[in-house]
Structure formats: C-alpha cells, structure tokens
C-alpha cells in the first residue's frame, strides 16, 4: 500500500529519527500515526480527552525516535495494542491543518499495519476518551453533529484508502 508524495511531503524517509514537536519555531505539529482497518475496511480512530474530532491513533515521537518506532509506541498506550514497528508499511507523510489546535500545522508520517484482531475490542486508554469505526466512504456516518473527523483523515487517508 503505497501513496503518491504530495506536494508536502518532506524529504526525510519515516525510519529516520523525527525531531519533536516544535510548535514555537515552526507552527508545525510533528506526528505518526497507524490505520488500522476491520475485515469491513473500517479505520479504527480516537478521540483525546476535551476534544472535537477523531484521528489516527499516533503521536509526537521522542527525541531521536523514528516514525515507525512512534507509531507503534503510540498505538500501544493509548489503545493497548503491540505493533511490531517493522511490520507497518508507509501510507505516506502528509501536511494539513491540526483537528484540535488552531492555527497549527500537522506533518503527519502515517503507516497502515495488517488487520490486528485485538483492534476489535480496543478501549480508550491514557489521553483517550472514545474510539469508533469510521468507514473511508462515509466517515461522518454515525457521529453526533458536534464531532469532526480530522482533516488528515478527510483530506489524504481516506481518499488514499478508497483508491485501493
């Protein structure tokens, strides 16, 4: 599974160390994230304490961590599910507005990792009040009007997963 770059995209290759987030220097928000899918194609998606809109399970990388290191390290505190860093595969690395920090950028390296039969019965750990099952096709379907889906989401993963 593999994305044309955009136009956004960085040079830096996701196994190389991401620095952390510098929201002072740059505006920019620095993050990985996984897609991880249901045997429907549905994306499992998290929503943090206090806010909005759904997204990716991920996060910030610590310092000298790679992408693909963040990620799995991400997905394992926030939902309690081990991923082996080397078993996901680049979606692509994506550049948009932050779901809930104005004025923010976010660079995003995301990865996709094979179907994971303990996502099915994921729970909310750490910084997460609420996961759902969004579909790529109709990813609004079922939420209150008041939740958003992240613009990650809407702008480049969903698209990216519909064209499979």
Same mark, same amino acid.
């Given at each position: 599974?593999?994305?044309?770059?955009?136009?956004? +995209?960085?040079?830096?290759?996701?196994? $190389?160390?991401?620095?952390? =987030? +510098?929201?002072?220097?740059? $505006?920019?928000?620095?993050?990985?994230?996984?897609?991880?899918?249901?045997? &429907?194609?549905?994306?499992?998606?998290?929503? *943090?304490?206090?806010?909005?809109?759904?997204? @990716?399970?991920?996060? *910030?990388?610590?310092?000298?961590?790679? /992408? %693909? /290191?963040?990620?799995?390290?991400?997905?394992?505190? &926030?939902?309690?599910?081990? !991923?082996?860093? /080397?078993? #996901?595969?680049? #979606?692509?690395?994506?550049?948009?507005?932050?779901?809930?920090?104005?004025?923010?950028? @976010? &660079?995003?390296?995301?990865?996709?990792?094979?179907?994971?039969? /303990? %996502?099915? +019965?994921?729970?909310?750990?750490? &910084?997460?009040?609420?996961?759902?099952? !969004?579909?790529?096709?109709?990813?609004?379907?079922? #939420? %209150?009007? =008041?939740?958003?889906?992240?613009? #990650?989401?809407?702008?480049?993963?969903?698209?990216? !997963?519909?064209?499979?």
């Amino acid at each position: 599974m593999s994305v044309a770059p955009t136009p956004h +995209s960085p040079a830096a290759t996701p196994d $190389q160390a991401v620095e952390p =987030h +510098s929201a002072i220097a740059d $505006q920019v928000i620095r993050v990985s994230a996984v897609v991880l899918r249901d045997r &429907e194609g549905r994306v499992l998606n998290v929503r *943090k304490r206090g806010t909005h809109a759904f997204m @990716l399970p991920g996060g *910030k990388p610590e310092p000298g961590e790679s /992408a %693909a /290191a963040c990620a799995a390290r991400e997905v394992a505190e &926030e939902l309690a599910i081990a !991923l082996d860093p /080397a078993s #996901l595969t680049l #979606l692509g690395v994506f550049r948009t507005a932050a779901a809930n920090e104005p004025g923010f950028a @976010l &660079e995003a390296t995301v990865f996709a990792h094979d179907f994971v039969a /303990a %996502a099915l +019965s994921a729970a909310p750990l750490a &910084e997460i009040e609420e996961v759902a099952w !969004l579909d790529p096709a109709r990813p609004r379907e079922g #939420l %209150a009007p =008041h939740i958003a889906v992240a613009p #990650l989401n809407i702008e480049f993963v969903f698209p990216a !997963l519909r064209s499979e």
